[in-house]
């Protein structure tokens, strides 16, 4: 049976995580739309999607890791988004603690995968 990307814990983490992101967004104050809930929930997904499509291209080692990197990245911006809805007061202080460690340990995943690919 192929697993692919979806094999990759990495890449069942930050799925989970992307769901986790799409309950609290649905709860933002409507004026938040188009704003910090678009700009989460991109980030977000960023991660598994890059995870997925840099796994299609890892005959290219220096591809694979460019889309890891890109999802690394993107887990960086969904922490400081994290900040920001916890001042804003838009998530519990229990959501920020779980979302932060998960993306923390998402981002710690990706730099091990990054290093067993170069």
């Keep these: ?25 649905k709860r933002m104050p409507d004026d938040e ?12 997904m960023s991660i598994p999607l890059n995870i997925s499509e840099g796994y299609g291209k890892k005959e290219s080692t220096a591809e ?6 890109i999802a690394k990245g993107s887990c960086n911006e969904i922490q400081v988004l994290i900040d920001i809805c916890k001042d804003l007061e838009y998530i519990t202080n229990e959501e ?12 710690k995943m990706l730099q091990g995968l990054v290093k067993s690919i170069t």
């Excluded at 049976?1 to 967004?25: A, F, P």
């Excluded at 920020?96 to 340990?105: A, D, P, Q, R, V």
């Design 96 to 107: 920020y603690e779980e979302l932060i460690i998960g993306y923390t340990e998402t981002s």
């Design 64 to 69: 694979y890791r460019r889309f890891l990197m």
């Design 33 to 44: 739309r188009y704003v910090m809930t678009t700009q989460m929930r991109r980030a977000a």
């Design 1 to 25: 049976m192929y697993e692919g990307y979806k094999g990759l814990n990495v890449y069942q983490k930050s799925y989970g995580l992307v769901m986790k992101i799409y309950q609290i967004t």
